[in-house]
């Protein structure tokens, strides 16, 4: 039988295509998702872009999530993951601490970082989330996440020597998550930001390195002030 000898029911039989399994469906959604939250932002992505965007209609995607919320929180799980995980297997193949944080919160990084269609964006994004009712828990947990991660990281460091050992590891990670969370006011008020970024992510590191890896010495006996 030829093509044109073909009825519709044939041709319509030959143009079937492989139904995707689940979990590849779920993942393929929820990778288009992280593309348009970190385009968007929440309140203003869409789920019908979403599903055009792995061919499939709307109600493919709450059969799959449930509800727009519900895809964003899997969405922040997801990128928290990919983050802490890229920060963790750097540390496993042997690089010290201090340089993988070195290189994540160098200022250039970080401005590639939170900019739109990047998983800091996305940070940012649900930072601003934080008192939503629907959305304030996954807000907070995802944060909490990226500083267990964080101090698991700055520990691991202390055992290897690397950072210094009289600070909380948890208390420093928030720290560094703090300072994260105000480059939007630096960026929108700093003067000479590119400067000062550089030399608040400076000092910063400095602060968490041994006496012997760069802390402010101690001053000569002559450069001290009287009486100490």
Do not use: C
């Not at 929180?73 to 990128?79: E, K, M, P, R, S």
């Not at 269609?117 to 947990?141: M, T």
């Amino acid at each position: 039988m030829t093509d044109a000898e073909k009825t519709p029911a044939h041709q319509g039989k030959a143009r079937t295509r492989t139904r995707m399994p689940a979990a590849e469906r779920r993942a393929s959604i929820l990778t288009a998702a992280t593309e348009v939250f970190s385009e968007t932002g929440y309140e203003r992505g869409k789920v019908s872009d979403i599903a055009r965007r792995v061919g499939v209609t709307e109600p493919v995607v709450f059969q799959n999530f449930g509800s727009k919320s519900a895809l964003y929180q899997a969405t922040l799980d997801h990128v928290t993951t990919a983050v802490t995980t890229l920060l963790t297997e750097a540390a496993d193949s042997g690089r010290p601490v201090p340089d993988i944080l070195a290189a994540f919160l160098d200022p250039a990084h970080m401005d590639r970082f939170h900019q739109r269609g990047a998983h800091g964006f996305l940070f940012a994004d649900a930072a601003a989330l934080a008192h939503d009712p629907a959305l304030g828990e996954a807000a907070r947990h995802i944060h909490q996440h990226f500083a267990e991660a964080l101090a698991g990281l700055l520990h691991r460091g202390q055992l290897a020597g690397d950072i210094r050992g009289d600070i909380s590891p948890r208390t420093a990670a928030w720290w560094l998550i703090s300072l994260l969370a105000g480059r939007p006011l630096r960026g929108a008020v700093m003067p000479d930001r590119a400067v000062m970024e550089a030399e608040l992510t400076d000092m910063a590191l400095r602060s968490l390195l041994p006496s012997s890896g760069g802390l402010t010495p101690e001053p000569a006996a002559g450069d001290r002030p009287p009486g100490t």
